[in-house]
């Protein structure tokens, strides 16, 4: 009998005494003890492993009743003696802000007196101990009864970890899951400041200069600026998924998907599942994604599916793709057809920027990953990294967002409709929907000066999507004497090939959209952009021009 596959199991001991297949990650337990680092610091993805990881460092550490040295047998850990000499020899304070989710901040803060309150009723037994003073004792009921205010509630955990060491005559190991949710919530509801403030004051006075502390651990998805969130914090050790460090305890190696493929009979889909799932570089590690592994061998006879991009809504990464500028839907162009861009990458993301900095979005998609790392230069102490969508249920994920841009504005039937028309010629049909479209999609890519300019690369996007499996779609390319806007190359060479210039009417050249549509397709004719599809082999060609003023669009096709 195979051993069950542990989808969304975060309890490590639950996992191993259930039976559930274990992807052998114990050696952390020696790395983060080996550390000479006070407080550490492990940003990843969303599903690579984090809450696991940190329930087994929580069962490695605590000091209990109950011998929790049984759940390590036969796992790598065990080789070093040393290291296990050290299990069961701590409290351990586990906090998980996963689930802190709020629309507002009142319920933020509410739902915050009710975690730290559960999270002292854990250790309610010793309450009746008698190396506990009075005085703690008070504060410990003030924090269950939630009467504590939010001065004694930013301080529960350095409040905790004295308790904790009284009792216990052991400093404490501290371990923080998912610290950055209640951020994210609160960046995305607009109460980002107040939550940033409790944060600071709650981690401040449990990880710096907190002398009953023997070590700590945190993840989440984002290093939060440091100056923002861990101001002050010189024990803070940060390994984001830049550094090599810790970079092989989240997500499946290959050597490691090989043999859970091979125990799970599916072996021979290796190549498909690493264009599905793979693509992900920590450090110097080659990583698959874990979550989208284990969902697929679970079923596999339903064949290949996005996984992992279906455990989030992606609005956020919907929101901030949509209000990118000209430069954003461009680079996004060049990310849809494979292609690779280079940005630089800050570890020290400051939520309230990513709207109003545009190369900003880059940073949030590589860290949360949604962007893989191709190759990383180090200029003047700058990360400059290439950039690329790892696989193929990422890849699904920005196809749909961008399907999703014109489903928003019309019907997807019309869409379908506008595009068909295209290709077969009817311009007449296409001009219809195509201003419908404008009128409708415009101010949502944000109406201003260059309103026109940013409707052009979404379109080219939808171009890039939807017409993918019968057409090559270029754009901006040289051929004959120029750059040409758009080109539709069909694969099968008797269809029609399509080029399409853009124009937007000179407001002080006192042009009008007549105007304009004609210089649009005379700089077709003289610049020759048909000659790369005569040198394809395509006979059959139409020049198409499209001029806007504001809003107002005209469509008109060149002689033949």
């Known amino acids: 009998m195979k051993k069950k596959i542990p989808i969304g199991i975060g309890d490590f001991k639950e996992l191993i005494e259930g039976d559930f297949y274990f992807v052998d990650k114990s050696l952390l337990i020696k790395d983060v003890i080996d550390d000479g680092a006070k407080v550490i610091l492990l940003p990843r993805p969303r599903r690579f492993g984090k809450t696991l990881s940190m329930s087994m460092l929580e069962y490695f550490f605590q000091k209990s009743e109950n011998d929790n040295s049984h759940l390590f047998k036969g796992l790598k850990v065990v080789e070093h003696k040393g290291i296990m000499e050290k299990q069961g020899k701590y409290p351990v304070i586990f906090i998980t802000f996963k689930d802190v989710k709020y629309s507002s901040w009142e319920e933020c803060y509410d739902g915050l007196r009710v975690l730290v309150s559960k999270l002292f009723q854990r250790y309610k037994f010793i309450l009746e101990d008698s190396k506990l003073s009075n005085y703690h004792k008070n ?55 107040k939550i940033m403030e409790f944060i600071r004051n709650f981690l401040s006075a449990g990880l710096k200069d907190n002398t009953y502390l023997q070590k700590a651990v945190l993840t989440g998805i984002l290093r939060v600026s440091k100056e923002s969130v861990f101001s002050g914090l010189n024990n803070l050790k940060v390994c984001t998924i830049l550094n090599p460090q810790y970079s092989r305890y989240f997500g499946f190696s290959h050597e490691e998907i090989e043999e859970l493929l091979k125990y799970y009979d599916v072996e021979d889909k290796i190549n498909d599942v690493k264009d599905w799932y793979n693509g992900y570089k920590f450090g110097k590690s080659l990583v698959y994604n874990p979550w989208s592994i284990l969902n697929y061998i679970d079923n596999s006879e339903m064949g290949f599916m996005p996984h992992w991009v279906n455990t989030s809504s992606n609005n956020i990464v919907k929101e901030l793709l949509a209000k990118g500028g000209e430069g954003v839907k461009k680079d996004l162009e060049e990310l849809i057809k494979g292609n690779s861009i280079t940005k630089k990458i800050d570890e020290n993301i400051v939520m309230g920027d990513i709207h109003r900095d545009s190369e900003s979005v880059w940073n949030f998609l590589f860290f949360t990953g949604y962007l893989k790392l191709v190759e990383r230069e180090l200029r003047m102490g700058r990360n400059i990294c290439e950039l690329k969508i790892p696989n193929k249920e990422v890849q699904y994920l920005f196809e749909d967002i961008i399907i999703s841009w014109f489903n928003e504005n019309i019907s997807n039937d019309k869409y379908n409709i506008m595009l068909n028309s295209l290709v077969n010629g009817d311009i007449k049909t296409f001009s219809i929907i195509l201003r419908e479209y404008v009128l409708s999609s415009v101010s949502y890519f944000d109406t201003g000066k260059n309103e026109s300019e940013k409707f052009y690369h979404a379109f080219v996007l939808g171009l890039l999507i939807s017409l993918s499996k019968e057409y090559q779609v270029k754009s901006n390319r040289e051929s004959g004497y120029g750059r040409y806007d758009i080109m539709i190359i069909p694969k099968d060479k008797s269809k029609l090939g399509i080029i399409i210039e853009f124009k937007k009417v000179d407001e002080y050249d006192k042009e009008t959209l007549e105007i304009a549509v004609n210089e649009a397709l005379k700089q077709i004719e003289e610049k020759n952009y048909k000659q790369e599809l005569l040198d394809l082999g395509i006979e059959n060609i139409m020049e198409l021009g499209i001029a806007f003023e504001g809003k107002e669009v005209l469509v008109k096709k060149g002689t033949e």
Not at 141 to 166: G, H, P, Q, W, Y
Not at 180 to 192: A, E, H, K, L, T
């Open 139 to 193: 504060e410990f009921l003030k924090i269950i009864d939630m009467r504590a205010n939010i001065v004694e509630l930013s301080n529960a955990l350095a409040t905790l970890s004295e308790i904790l060491c009284e009792v216990y005559e052991e400093k404490t190991v501290i371990l923080i899951d998912e610290y950055d949710v209640p951020i994210q919530s609160g960046f995305s509801n607009n109460y980002y400041k």
